[in-house]
């Protein structure tokens, strides 16, 4: 899910594409693209619950860990994933769309 979630940002998000996409052709483009079917669903839906937070559609998932931790990366972590990548997914988890617990790069 997270390859599919980041060829969509550089494919469409990154290079300013058109943001307003057909999902049926943009299905297509990542089946061409070599992705598995369930992990574009996976990606898709995660796309779609992230949108509906964003307009208040949906109330986000209360989460059992504290809410004033802080994930500290490794070093490992961040040469592959630079300051603006790290505050984007500090965002997501404090937004609870994300919950980087159990999530190894």
């Known amino acids: 899910m997270f390859d599919v979630l980041m060829y969509l940002f ?3 998000i990154h290079t300013e594409a058109e943001l307003r996409v057909d ?3 943009l299905e297509q483009d990542l089946t061409d693209a070599g ?5 574009i669903y ?4 995660w796309l779609e619950k992230l949108a ?3 307009e208040g559609l949906a109330e986000p998932m209360q989460l059992a860990s504290d809410p004033l931790s802080m994930r500290i990366y490794t070093p490992e972590e961040c040469e592959r ?6 505050g984007f997914l500090l965002f997501l988890e404090q937004i609870q769309v994300l919950n980087l ?3 190894k790069w």
Do not use: G, I
């Not at 992705?35 to 992990?39: C, G, H, L, S, T």
């Not at 994933?81 to 790290?86: E, G, P, V, Y």
């Open 35 to 39: 992705f598995d079917r369930e992990d």
């Open 23 to 25: 999902q049926d052709k």
């Open 52 to 54: 509906d937070y964003q």
């Open 81 to 86: 994933l630079d300051a603006s990548c790290r």
């Open 10 to 12: 550089e494919t469409y």
């Open 101 to 103: 617990e159990p999530v």
């Open 42 to 45: 996976n990606a898709l839906l």
